[in-house]
T-cell receptor, first 117, second 111 residues
Framework: DAMVIQNPRYQVTQFGKPVTLSCSQT?????MYWYQQKSSQAPKLLFH???????NEADTPDNFQSRRPNTSFCFLDIRSPGLGDAAMYLC????????????????FGAGTRLSVL | GDSVTQMEGPVTLSEEAFLTINCTYT??????PFWYVQYPGEGLQLLLK?????DKGSNKGFEATYRKETTSFHLEKGSVQVSDSAVYFC??????????FGTGTRLQVFP
């Protein structure tokens, strides 16, 4: 009953070679997130989409891009991976909260572990 | 700004021991606390949540009570198992579109 699916689970790329990670969801949530998580650290939000509206975090490097062609799919593109980009990348979804008391429950995929050689 | 502070790990326990992982926060507005668990090599799973003051979230033997007066959401379990070994993240939804995570606490349970 996987609801947020990330492919592949493990990705190996070469220094400087573009790579794309994918995420799909069956929850029909309109908000999708991409996080980067390095070893022994908390997830760090890179960007998120409200429907097709893209919201970039201020400290996300330009090397990271994203596409969301439809509600179900979202992609993370790393244009020129460096050694420091080796990490677990997590996709999450949520339903857009409404009202000041609405709560943001995020549902995560299993992640893609990226290695850069 | 809004922040979450949780106790540092690792926490090492024997099977059937009592577990407490402390979590406190600072936030404005109407924050909601969560606990997420991350098993080795996996993504984050929602463990439990609370939506208003004095709510007690519970799941899989874990409990946490949202104490607004002390701005805390401590995680407890009466009897841990080896299978509970994981990293536990306290998180806060203080604004409607983002989660604020604590640094995570690694729990290691030995038979």
């Amino acid at each position: 009953d996987a609801m947020v699916i990330q492919n592949p689970r493990y990705q190996v790329t070469q220094f400087g070679k573009p790579v794309t990670l994918s995420c799909s969801q069956t929850l029909n949530h309109n908000v999708m997130y991409w996080y980067q998580q390095k070893s022994s650290q908390a997830p760090k939000l890179l960007f998120h989409y409200y429907d097709k509206d893209f919201n970039n975090e201020a400290d996300t490097p330009d090397n990271f891009q994203s596409r969301r062609p439809n509600t179900s799919f979202c992609f993370l593109d790393i244009r020129s991976p460096g050694l420091g980009d080796a990490a677990m990348y997590l996709c999450a979804t949520s339903r857009e909260p409404t009202g000041k008391l609405a709560k943001n429950i995020q549902y995560f995929g299993a992640g893609t572990r990226l290695s850069v050689l | 700004g809004d922040s979450v502070t949780q106790m540092e790990g690792p926490v090492t326990l024997s099977e059937e021991a009592f577990l407490t992982i402390n979590c406190t926060y600072t936030a404005t507005g109407y924050p909601s606390p969560f606990w997420y668990v991350q098993y080795p090599g996996e993504g984050l799973q929602l463990l439990l949540k609370a939506t208003k003051a004095d709510d007690k979230g519970s799941n899989k033997g874990f409990e946490a009570t949202y104490r607004k007066e002390t701005t805390s959401f401590h995680l407890e379990k009466g009897s841990v198992q080896v299978s509970d070994s994981a990293v536990y993240f306290c998180a806060l939804s203080a604004k409607t579109d983002k989660l604020i995570f604590g640094t995570g606490t690694r729990l290691q349970v030995f038979p």
